[in-house]
């Protein structure tokens, strides 16, 4: 006897009479459904005609709640029904669940084709999460394998939408195979030569793939049978409008991470980066120049250049050790640090020989540094200046993308096309169900014009903040630090000319080169005229008229030791230079001053505003994450109220 | 629909936003540009002409200045005349351009210890040839001092500033030969040096048939390099732009010997003991004082001064303050018409 007959027992018992009432008649209740012995007092043959006809009562009931099914098995539904009926007892007065228990016991025999396994999955979906008394909350997947037709029919439940139908076709390329075989086979022997008819075989395989492949696009299907009612038309609507949503979300917080991420990586990583560089820059260069105008004062060397030149050497050893850390990825930024890590050592050493051999007043002292200031200004300060432009150039394209007009764009267009679809639908259900409000979505419209308009003046403030910083603070560091190692590249030509004692013309035309990208004091072109433009703009017009016109002194001073110098009074030159009655040297210290204070104050400006821009977006990543998801929750009961009308 | 007319408004405003954020704050790269241009200033050169290593190039030009008739005798020059008294020189005469100038223009070098050099100390200029040549502004003028040198860098530059004139003279260890003579004139041979082979102590080497694929160092422009790439044990030549740079390159191991005239040679040993010569003279380098050709009334006047010194002893006595106890013989004057 099947467990579920046994449970056919009437509970009430409170009398003898009335107990054995009720156990002959869930006796022979249990005969008639089930097919137990029929107790006694009862004529077999029409108590089996009685069983025999609720049977088919509840086959008929069956085929109308799965009609693929019947249809598929057609004239042996009934009696392969009336076979699985005799074990088991109908589902309480629910024909779909007596149906899909039915179809359960066939699919696990395996006799059931896909039409009818598919009905089979569908109707257990609706039946898991439509049937009872609420409707499911939580999602719910199903799926099934179609082997004959090589696919995977999925059906996603998900709340608020109903039952989504997707199919996939699955192929193993064995199968594929078989088939143009089979083709091929079926096709007889070729004709015109086997590889042509092959290639047709294989094309006609390819061919019934297609045919499958437009005849599986179910999502139309689906869609036109969605559309086909009013709730369908509205589930649609509301995952559209969710997606939508979402997707602004989403767009909105990959802007906003890229814009964070170019402010946050100027202001902490690329042009502190550039200052470092700009300092081996100008350590390297000043080594050299001071350890030049040592050789060129003669005699013992004064402590303040030994210290200076020291000073350099530890500065420069010390930023190169930490550019090596810290630039990653481009290979002619760690080929130029590996170049001055290699090469300072070697410097150093030449000039240390230069000393010695000096204070032993042997000429092979000169030769020393002359070849060590052609190693530093030959290789090893052409390699700072390369990584300097690598800095730079990176620092530019943070710039770039912190500023770019693709991010206000992208977010732009999605929220207009998220608040015009909002307001559409608004328009829509206003229509269907003549309420003027929808409170949900109204709400959610809000929140995604606070969101965009927050969104976009982030957007405005952090590029205007880092448009400041390039203009008033990295702009004026890039010319700055250019003029100052141009301007020790020129000091180091003097001095070697000077040391040449007239045989350094290379060095005076160096010298002429550099001051011509200078420019004139007057800031009339070259690089001047952009530190004068700059000076002007960040109001330190004073300080850069101090500087021009101590360097207007300087290149009197040079003059008068170039007429020196040609004159062959190299004793007197030298003496004007660097030396007892010198002029040179202290202008050239007070440029370098002069230069020093204006690159930490445009560092300080750069600092302030980079420090704004990235504030600027600050809360606005958990902002976009919390009012998007809000408003498609928003979405979700605005509609929700309508779908539930028409339940 | 009021509301909704409020949400188009929104709607509007929100284009409106957009445009003003992309339209402020834009950045550009001027300063970035123009700060790199200028950074990428090349480093200046002069333009100088490189010396011929070609062997077979200086081979054909020899045969054809042989005929030369100054290549009869290159060591001869011209007979000197008597010297006029300091400070009168004759009307017409180059040395009246000089004095009248008020100083000597000398193109000497600033890094070969004995000869020319630097006193890193003094900073002043000092050696046999700068004594040479102070003797004879003293000749002009009656003052060692009214004189100025310029240093000469490259050797090429000894010959290019005689022809231009922007040196009255020079005495930088220029040997005399046929080549040199088409272009300048000399004076007699103040110093005659040999070519030798410098080693440091521990080379096994012995002599320049011991050098066969080493790196020989010599300056640039010189016939110390031209005979050097003429052995026949082919060692590698090793050019220098400034003589002493040769002395850093064996010192830092990049050459295995130094080829030079022992004048200089012995200015290098001095400033590095750990070095030997070896093997006999490749040539001899006869020494003279480099004059425009142009000027024969100049090189009259140079060789009487030298005269002078040779018949007074105040050459040896130079030879004697700066090279020791090693010095050689006084080279004597040879002379035509």
Known sequence: ?647 | VKTRILELLALAAVVAAAAAAAGCGSTSDTSLRDSLDALRTPAATVSSTTPTLNPLAGLVQQVDLTLSPLCVNTEASLRPTELPTPGRMPRGSFMRRIEQRGHLVAGVDQNTLLYGYLDPFTGRLQGLEIDLLRNLATAIFGNPNAIDFKVLTTADERLQDVEDGSVDVVADAVTINCERLQDVAFSTVYYDAQQRILVPSSAKARGVQDLGGKRVCARAGTTSLDNITKQPSHPIPFPVEQRTDCLVALQEGRVDAITSDDSILRGFQVQDPYTKLVGSSLEPEPYGMVIAKSHPDFVRFVNGVLARMRADGSLKALYHKWLGTSAPHVPRAQYRN
């Open chain 1, 1 to 647: 006897v099947p467990r579920r007959c046994e449970r056919l027992e009437h509970a009430d018992s409170s009398t003898e009479a009335r107990q054995e009432y009720a156990t002959r008649q869930a006796e022979l209740l249990r005969a008639l459904v089930c097919g137990t012995p029929l107790p006694g007092g009862f004529d077999a043959s029409r108590a089996r005609a009685v069983g025999e006809a609720l049977v088919r009562k509840r086959a008929r009931a069956v085929a109308r709640a799965l009609p693929g099914l019947a249809a598929s098995l057609g004239d042996s539904h009934s009696s392969k029904f009336a076979d699985y009926a005799r074990g088991e007892p109908p589902h309480d007065n629910d024909a779909l669940g007596d149906a899909i228990a039915f179809g359960s016991f066939l699919d696990r025999l395996r006799t059931l084709d896909a039409r009818a396994r598919r009905e089979l999955l569908l109707a257990r979906m609706e039946y898991a999460t439509d049937t009872r008394a609420r409707r499911r909350r939580t999602p719910l997947v199903g799926a099934m394998l179609d082997r004959a037709r090589g696919r995977v029919l999925v059906a996603v439940y998900a709340p608020a939408l109903g039952v989504i139908e997707v199919t996939l076709p699955f192929r193993s390329p064995f199968r594929r195979q078989a088939e143009g075989v089979k083709t091929y086979l079926e096709g007889g022997w070729p004709s015109r030569g086997t590889s042509e008819t092959i290639r047709r075989v294989t094309s006609s395989g390819s061919e019934a793939i297609g045919a499958s492949a437009t005849r599986e696009s179910l999502p139309t299907a689906w869609l036109r049978d969605r559309a086909a009612t009013t709730p369908g038309r509205l589930r649609l609507l509301a995952a559209l409008l969710v997606l939508v949503v979402l997707a602004f979300g989403v767009v909105a917080s990959i802007a906003v991470r890229d814009r964070q991420q170019a402010a946050h990586s100027a202001a902490a990583e690329t042009e502190p980066l550039l200052v470092q560089a700009d300092v081996l820059s100008r350590s390297l260069s000043d080594a050299d120049a001071t350890a030049t105008t040592t050789f060129l004062t003669g005699g013992i060397e004064s402590p303040a250049r030994r210290q200076r030149y020291l000073h350099d050497l530890r500065t420069a050893s010390a930023e190169v050790t930490a550019l090596a850390e810290e630039v990653h990825g481009s290979t002619s930024a760690n080929a130029a640090v590996a170049t001055i890590a290699t090469k300072l050592p070697v410097y150093s050493g030449e000039i240390e020989t230069a000393r010695a051999n000096n204070r032993q007043g042997l000429p092979v002292g000169a030769a020393y540094l002359r070849s060590a200031s052609g190693l530093m200004r030959g290789t090893i300060v052409p390699a700072a200046a390369r990584l300097y432009e690598v800095e730079a150039r990176r620092l530019a394209t943070d710039y770039g993308s912190g500023v770019s007009a693709s991010a206000v764009v992208a977010v732009a267009a999605m929220a207009l096309v998220a608040l015009g679809l909002l307001i559409l639908s608004q328009f829509y259900i206003a229509r269907l169900s003549n309420r003027v409000l929808n409170i949900a979505l109204l709400a959610a419209s809000i929140l995604l014009i606070g969101l965009t308009a927050w969104a976009l003046t982030g957007f405005a403030l952090e590029q205007s903040r880092l448009s400041t910083a390039q203009r008033t603070g990295s702009d004026s560091v890039e010319v700055l630090s250019a003029t100052r190692i141009l301007l020790l590249r020129a000091q180091s030509d003097d001095s070697l000319a000077l040391a040449a004692r007239g045989g350094g013309d290379q060095y005076t035309a160096d010298f002429a080169a550099v001051m011509h990208a200078l420019g004139p004091p007057d800031g009339s072109h070259g690089l001047l005229a952009d530190a004068s433009s700059l000076a002007a703009r960040t109001h330190a017009d004073a300080s850069f008229d101090d500087f021009t016109r101590t360097l207007r002194g300087y290149e009197a001073v040079h003059r008068r030791i170039g007429v020196l110098e040609d004159n062959g009074k190299f004793p007197k030159a030298v003496s004007l230079a660097v030396g007892r009655t010198e002029k040179e040297a202290p202008l050239a210290d007070r440029l370098n001053g002069d230069l020093k204070r204006q690159i930490s104050a445009a560092q300080s400006r750069f600092e302030n505003a980079a420090t704004d821009a990235t504030s600027a977006l600050h809360g606005l990543l958990p902002g976009i994450a919390l009012l998007t998801v809000g408003s498609a929750l928003l979405v979700l009961i605005g509609l929700g109220f309508r779908i539930r009308e028409y339940r």
